[in-house]
């Protein structure tokens, strides 16, 4: 049998080509991931049992700062407020989809200028969330707003919506369906396209029409539109950072924050450095998302697997 | 000065002056200090305020300035704590600095040492429309009874005494720390900053009881949560409120939105418990040589340098930064409400001197208390519960 | 009475016309095959009858009614596609009984039907499954099991077996006649595929270009084509054309040796036809030289060899017996006479 | 195609649809119509509580004038791009070798690597808050725009991987065994075979990431600070502390900031939505 | 010496052996073609020769090399995909020329071997297009002639066709044959057409779970298969298969009437044999009434008769004649005894 010459270093290199070569691919990427994303995942695990104010040594305290989290929790303080939003934003955030849908259906024709429609609906995602936050603070504005302007043509209001602890909440999530709802719009544009039109004209045969059409020939077959409008929302409803940093500062008196915000404020705002405290939040809020990200990677598993 | 000329090295500044008039102030004075020791390389640079208050946590730890701006008070301690702030009690121990700077060697003192050098400060107190006190015949007040008779007309008049915007609530941090220090007094005030005092002891709420005559009244604008300091100006300027509790900066804008020296007027916030001596509030600017730094002679030289008469009247003059030199020698600037700060603080003060709120407060209450605050002017009838939160985070706060 | 009539029918988008005024009376229970090539508008008719399509002017009528501009659920026309059109999220039973349950058919009803049409059908034992758990051939049947549940009056197929593969599709092939007879219901069937034209047909319609080439039964259009059209179109392999010269009622071509006497109406003073014969309607002269086997296939029972004429024209024709040609034989051909067609080389119209 | 085409339906229906559709534009974007009616108002409509009529004059040019030579927006502006470009370059090369390894070789690990970007992709950033900030710190690239560019790099090669790997995998891997019996290496594989093909994903990645990093907010506030190194959406904020109350300028300052993301969508706009297609609905 | 030599060659994937040990000899020029069910390893056999597949055991050479492990690149093979492979950003030109130009050959080397190619396959005036502006048959050109370009020893083909419509197919089909016949290089080729591997074949190899069922040329195979499998596979329609009772060298069967003599060495003992019979080598005795005439198909010249035996077996009959059979007929059959073949039922070989 005719051995193959080993003694020669690029010849291993080509014999072993196939196996090396995806380790030669990855490693950039990998290495640049694993520093700035896996390990401080596990090193936020690791500071969240420590107070450190980011000056001194930091003072190992177990579970304290979970613990100082729970009795947040019991006495109703920041901590519970966060959670509680951020559960609320965990809801209404998802009005998005229905929203994006409606829209997708409203601009589902081939008329002319549809493209640029379109794309003139889909704006608000592009722009940045600070822009948002800034337009729609002026919006809310109780003096000069345009909410209070089209509230008093009804007799109602004035409201001070970002100025009140029972819809600050609700209005800045409001603002965030914003560009969310442009988002789910494209995704399930995109859907539509991939709609299979003979189905279709055999729901029309068999006598389906608009609603009925709608939920149960085309909804079915929008289903990864709709996986990924729920992914994107949900993630988006728990990163939600920048539209409450721009638009409240997490006030009045802190009623607005989210467990994000929270972090932040806690971490590296002008009154906190409690890095521990903060990594302890990022914590809890990490646990929430997994349950997100596990349902979506057993998914794609289970995609894959399907192949 | 004697001993300065053979300084040589390089001398870095960090400063906190973003604004462009204080910063061309401050860098004319690095100028003329330069002149005087050619054999110094000084490197300036100038940070974003609001960016300054985190980032000095970085640079004082890794590639460390000479010298850097700061707070007094509490402000400085978890640098002095973490011994990142160079003692410079020896500079106080200089008689120029001793007899000159009393006044406020107390902010810069932790544990008996002091830790820095003051370079400006200025005084708060009730800006007010003279013109409309004028309109509805009223003089400034000096008791607590004449304040809310005085309210009571403006709030007739279909305004509000008071703009405030409590976004980024330190500015009701001001109004605790008057009525507070008025009800109870400098001392009880630094207590109850320290974390000695229970936060539901029966004064406190005192204070919040006499907070809450003025919220009821409609004493101040509405919506103020939403506002920030600045927002708020236009209330007062377009005479929808009569009066603003603010700290000296507030001038300026004041001016540039088209107040007349005429329309604008000061007075000290009124007396209200007669047993208690006033004090007033008057954050001091400082300037600090990091533990680090490496020409720790020519950083000491430049504090000399910056807390001499000379250049506190020059820096503090209305010109310049337009607030109160820190060296008793100094001459304040004409300007009427630098001169009646000056009064203000240096003879109608007895109680004390406080830093503000949230210098005097570890920043963790200041952050909890102030935002209590906020609620209370919102929300007056949840004082209990705002003060048993306040209650639980102290004892969560002063406990290590 | 469930025929299908069209009258005057005419398709236009926008300014293209597509289907050009199509007259055809299909017969209660007949078994219409529409075949022609690619983009002839075979889809498109079918589409129409459906309601699919709006029909741009002219009536179809299904039955006594007119449905010209009916909706397609009121047609009483199943309609089976080529890509199955099953709801990927139903099971076989829920895709079957859809259609009913949107008319408001009551559960036990349904189920009836539906098991009825699985019983035909053999669909048993996949009720509970999703489409994707099917084979091609399994999908195609709850396709057609879809349609018959709705007992229509019309079903219509467009090219429903073009992707199965080869034996599913013979497979298929003979389920959906013995399903035509089973139910007797009129079927409007859309192929390429000349096996199933001929052999499922009750009656091939031929288009092209949106027109009507030729009606009729299926061998009648194989023996007896209108034209060189259809003549060509049906049949595998295609029929051969030779372009002959014409006299005396004589054809001349140089692969034929001899001028062959063919009978046909040809007008007078028409020089030239074309002729048109079947591979499988010439016969080997063994002795003769005048073609050239340029290529044999064998494909086991049967061969065909592809010869070169003296003048360059190609002819395929088909050897059965073992004794055959090979690449490079010289060999003569002769013609079955009474099977030769002669078309006007101009109109393509047969000469009869 | 759902709904029913409108050409299809009655001629009243097709009217109405017509005139729907720019009223609902402008309802959509109405707040961005707000916000360019107050850029070019003069200030005086502000203090007269002209906020929503029509400006009484027009004073786009000062205002603008004001946000390019009065202020830090074009220090900003330049930091953004400074950033956003490097990042995108970076994070589209990263991905495409991940993507490529990922998609294309068969070994035991692939799918749990690919997990990891994937789910590392969807971590709550404030979780990687405090350690990278450290990072960045003892790398001395606190308050740098490298710092910046690196992690973001690394982050967003999460959803690149994602994103190519899903683009790779629907490529013909004929093309890839056809290459390999030509005996081509497999670096020139990548190079002269996929990297071609994967232009359109590049294409429209890189749109993508070019929206996500110039919106970023959240670890400009984090990583930077000071107008040498924030990029546009962080320097709005001081911009506006700086104008507070102008709201002309504030405006003006938004939609300054706004534009580039909006012009690249426009660019772009093709690749975007084929992008999403892509990446989100796979 | 550059044929295929397979020795013991097994395949498995993790736990699933789908190779199981072939022994298989292709001579040099030979074209062998692989048929067989889908999925029965024809793919993977083929990829193992090229290389794209690990060989779990057993040896693979290419003339006298072992190439077992060897790198794709190293074997001297070029390959044609079913999906025809071609870089999509690349001219036709370029995608021919890729393989040299990446292995460092000089330009005008490549120019003058691309050009030589391009010639072979008529692909000169689309040398400058890319594959898009290609039809299928263009497309599965260029493939071919990236192939050619390297001049390889070794052609393997999977499945080349079958992504064309059956016009392109039968030219294809004849274009590389011809090319076959013109660079006589050994060529294998995977198919599941009936037609392309009895045309194509110089050898087929008929596998069957991953192992050979049987090697021969087209109408070896055909006309006398080993097993059963064989028999029902090479040929369409398929053989007919009876299960007949065996006494005497006659088999009986309800259809036949008579019992047949048939010669073949049927193990003593045997009482129940397969009988098999084509449909052509059938014949109909209209005296008889045995059979039922199920369903009939007509193709034009040629029609077939689906028969029910009395005891329900079925039989597909030939039928060329214009008289053809009628559904619901009785009729009786005659088989050519000289070509009735007899099987194991158990084991399915043939009795010779
Ligand atoms: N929506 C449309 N707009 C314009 N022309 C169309 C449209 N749909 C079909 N056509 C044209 O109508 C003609 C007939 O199309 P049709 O689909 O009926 O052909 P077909 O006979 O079914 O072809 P195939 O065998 O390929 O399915 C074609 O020329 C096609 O291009
Ligand atoms: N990667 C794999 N892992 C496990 N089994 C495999 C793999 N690839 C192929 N097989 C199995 O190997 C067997 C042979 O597959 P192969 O593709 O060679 O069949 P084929 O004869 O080419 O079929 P077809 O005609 O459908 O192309 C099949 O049973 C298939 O399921
Ligand atoms: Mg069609
Ligand atoms: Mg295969």
């Not at chain 2, 004041?254 to 000290?268: H, K």
């Not at chain 2, 409400?337 to 949230?358: E, I, R, T, Y």
């Not at chain 4, 495409?96 to 590392?120: P, Q, R």
Request: aromatic share 12%; hydrophobic share 45%; net charge negative.
């Amino acid at each position: 049998m005719s051995v193959v010459d080993v003694s020669d270093q690029e010849s291993w290199f080509h014999k072993n080509q196939q196996r090396i070569a995806p380790w030669l691919f990855l490693a950039p990427g990998l290495l640049f991931f694993m520093v700035y994303v896996i390990i401080p995942v596990f090193q936020s695990f690791n500071l969240s049992l420590y107070e450190w104010d980011g000056l001194g040594a930091a003072e190992y305290v177990g579970f304290r700062n979970y613990e100082d989290l729970y009795w947040e929790w019991v006495d109703r303080d920041a901590f519970y407020t966060s959670l509680k939003n951020n559960l609320i934003w965990l809801l209404l955030y998802l009005a998005a989809i229905p929203a994006g849908l409606f829209i997708a259906l409203f601009l589902n024709q081939t008329v002319w200028g549809i493209r640029l429609y379109k794309s003139l609906f889909f704006f608000p995602f592009v722009i940045s969330q600070v822009v948002v936050g800034l337009v729609f603070t002026w919006f809310y504005d109780p003096t000069f707003g345009l909410l209070n302007e089209f509230l008093s043509l009804f007799g109602l209001g004035p409201l001070n919506v970002l100025g009140d602890e029972r819809f600050v909440t609700y209005g800045i999530i409001f603002a965030g369906l914003w560009p969310q709802t442009a988002y789910c719009m494209i995704l399930y544009l995109t859907g539509l396209n991939a709609v299979d039109p003979e189905q279709i004209e055999a729901g029309r045969l068999d006598g389906a029409k608009g609603f009925r059409m709608l939920w149960h020939i085309i909804l079915p077959q929008l289903r990864p539109a709709t996986f990924i409008a729920f992914v994107v929302t949900i993630i988006g409803a728990l990163r939600s950072f920048d539209l409450i940093s721009i638009m409240t500062q997490g006030g009045p008196f802190g009623s607005s924050r989210v467990l994000a915000y929270y972090m932040f404020e806690v971490a590296l705002s002008e009154y906190g450095f409690r890095m521990g405290y903060g990594a302890a939040i990022a914590v809890v809020l990490f646990l929430i998302m997994l349950c997100f990200i596990a349902y979506f990677l057993w998914s794609m598993y289970r995609e894959e697997r399907g192949h | 000065a004697p001993v300065a000329a053979e300084l040589t090295g390089e001398l870095r500044i960090f400063l906190d002056t973003s604004n462009p008039a204080p910063r061309a102030t401050m860098e004319a004075m690095i100028e003329r200090f330069a002149e005087q020791h050619p054999g110094l390389e000084i490197e300036t640079t100038v940070i974003d305020r609001e960016a300054y208050k985190t980032q000095i946590r970085n640079f004082l730890t890794a590639d460390t300035p000479d010298v850097a701006t700061w707070y007094a008070a509490n402000r400085m301690k978890p640098y002095v704590e973490a011994g990142l702030f160079e003692d410079v009690s020896d500079l106080w121990a200089e008689p120029e600095i001793a007899d000159n700077l009393a006044s406020t060697k107390g902010a810069l003192t932790i544990d008996g040492k002091q830790w820095g050098v003051p370079y400006t400060y200025y005084q708060w107190g009730v800006y007010y429309r003279k013109d409309i006190f004028d309109e509805l015949g009223l003089t400034e007040p000096t008791t607590w009874d004449e304040e809310l008779a005085n309210c009571q007309k403006i709030v007739e008049s279909g305004r509000a005494c008071y703009t405030i915007g409590t976004k980024f609530l330190w500015t009701a941090g001001g109004w605790f720390d008057y009525l507070n220090m008025r009800t109870n007094g400098f001392e009880f005030h630094n207590q109850l900053a320290n974390g000695e005092v229970s936060w539901e002891d029966e004064r406190v709420k005192q204070t919040f009881a006499n907070w809450k005559q003025l919220i009821d009244m409609g004493a101040f604008i509405d919506n103020h949560q939403t506002y920030s300091w600045q927002e708020a100006l236009p209330f007062m300027v377009n005479g929808d409120a009569a009066a603003y509790l603010m700290g000296n900066f507030a001038v300026a804008p004041l001016r540039e939105a088209g107040l007349t020296d005429d329309q604008l007027d000061f007075y000290q916030f009124v007396s209200i418990n007669p047993d208690v001596e006033l004090a007033e509030d008057a954050p001091t600017d400082t300037f600090h040589i990091p533990a680090n730094a490496s020409n720790k002679d020519a950083a000491r030289e430049f504090l000399r340098f910056v807390v001499s008469a000379d250049e506190q009247t020059e820096i503090n003059n209305g010109a310049n930064l337009g607030q109160l030199p820190v060296n008793a020698q100094s001459a304040v600037d004409d300007d009427k409400f630098l001169q009646q700060g000056f009064a203000m603080l240096s003879s109608n003060s007895p109680g004390g001197v406080a830093q503000f709120w949230d210098r005097d407060a570890p920043a963790e209450m200041a952050k909890v208390s102030m935002e209590g605050f906020q609620e209370f002017m919102v929300k007056p009838d949840n004082l209990d519960r705002i003060l048993a939160k306040l209650e639980r985070a102290r004892e969560r706060i002063y406990e290590n | 009475m469930t025929g299908v009539t069209l009258n005057q029918a005419i398709k236009r988008y926008g300014e293209t016309q597509v289907i050009h005024g199509i007259d055809l009376e299909i017969e209660d229970g007949e078994f219409c095959v529409f075949v022609g090539p690619s983009g002839c508008g075979k889809s498109t008719l079918l589409r129409m009858i459906a309601g699919l399509e709006e029909t741009t002017e002219g009536q179809i009528h299904i039955g006594a009614r007119e449905v010209t501009h009916l909706d397609p659920a009121k047609r009483g026309v199943a309609m089976v596609f080529q890509t199955y059109a099953l709801y990927p999220h139903m099971t076989v039973a829920e895709n079957m009984g859809f259609g009913l349950r949107m008319n408001g058919v009551a559960k036990s009803e349904i189920n009836e039907k539906v098991q009825q049409a699985s019983n035909i059908l053999k669909l048993e034992p996949y009720l509970k499954r999703k489409p994707k758990a099917l084979s091609g051939g399994q999908r195609q049947r709850v396709a057609i099991g879809r349609a018959i549940v709705r007992g229509p009056e019309v079903f219509l197929f467009d090219e429903p077996l073009s992707n199965l593969d080869a034996e599913l599709r013979v497979e298929m092939r003979v389920e959906i006649a013995r399903l035509h007879n089973e139910i007797g219901a009129t079927m409007i069937y859309v192929t390429h595929d000349q096996v199933e034209a001929m052999t499922m047909a009750d009656k091939i319609v031929v288009l092209r270009d949106g027109r009507i080439e030729q009606v009729g039964a299926p061998m009648d259009l194989y023996r007896d084509p209108d034209n060189r059209f259809v003549a060509g179109f049906i049949g595998s392999p295609a029929m051969n054309f030779l372009e002959c010269d014409y006299a005396d009622g004589k054809v001349s071509h140089p692969a034929l040796g001899e001028p062959l006497a063919v009978s046909a109406n040809v007008p007078a003073g028409m020089t030239k036809v074309t002729l048109g014969i079947r591979p499988e309607h010439i016969e080997i002269d063994r002795t003769g030289e005048a073609c050239t086997v340029d290529l044999t296939e064998a494909l086991g029972g049967v061969s065909y060899s592809y010869l070169l004429a003296p003048n360059g024209d190609k002819l395929v024709i088909e050897e059965r017996d073992d004794q055959r040609s090979r690449q490079g034989d010289r060999i003569g051909v002769q013609l079955r006479p009474d099977r030769v067609m002669l078309f006007d080389p101009e109109s393509g119209l047969r000469f009869r | 195609m759902f709904p029913k085409p409108i050409e299809k339906q009655p001629r009243a229906a097709q009217i109405t649809y017509q005139a729907m559709l720019p009223l609902a534009l402008l309802l959509w974007l109405g707040p961005l119509l707000a916000v360019a009616l107050f850029s070019v108002k003069p200030a005086a409509d502000f203090t007269n509580a002209n906020y929503w009529g029509m400006p009484s004059s027009f004073e786009g040019a000062f205002n603008y004038g004001q946000v390019f030579f009065n202020s830090d927006m074009p220090r900003y502006l330049l930091n953004s791009f400074m950033i956003t470009i490097p990042t995108v370059i970076g994070a589209v090369a990263l991905s495409c070798m991940t993507g490529f390894a990922l998609g294309i070789y068969k070994f035991k690990s692939n799918l749990w690597i690919f997990f990891m970007f994937v789910a590392g992709n969807f971590v709550p950033f404030q979780i990687l808050m405090v350690p990278v900030r450290d990072l960045t710190l003892q790398l001395g690239l606190y308050n740098t725009k490298t710092g910046l560019v690196l992690f973001h790099i690394a982050f967003q090669t999460g959803f690149c991987t994602l994103f190519m790997r899903n683009f790779i995998r629907a490529l013909p891997f004929e093309l890839i065994e056809a290459a390999r019996v030509e005996g081509i290496s497999e670096w020139r594989i990548f190079w002269y075979v996929v990297l071609p093909l994967m232009k359109p994903a590049i294409a429209a990645l890189s749109v993508l990431i070019f929206t996500f990093i110039w919106n970023d907010y959240f670890w400009a506030v984090v990583l930077t600070q000071g107008a040498e190194s924030q990029p546009v959406t962080a320097g709005i904020t001081s911009f506006n502390a700086q104008f507070r109350a102008a709201y002309q300028l504030m405006s003006a300052g938004s939609i300054v900031a706004a534009l580039p993301p909006v012009a690249m969508f426009f660019l772009m706009q093709k690749h975007f939505i084929a992008g999403l297609t892509l990446g989100a609905v796979k």
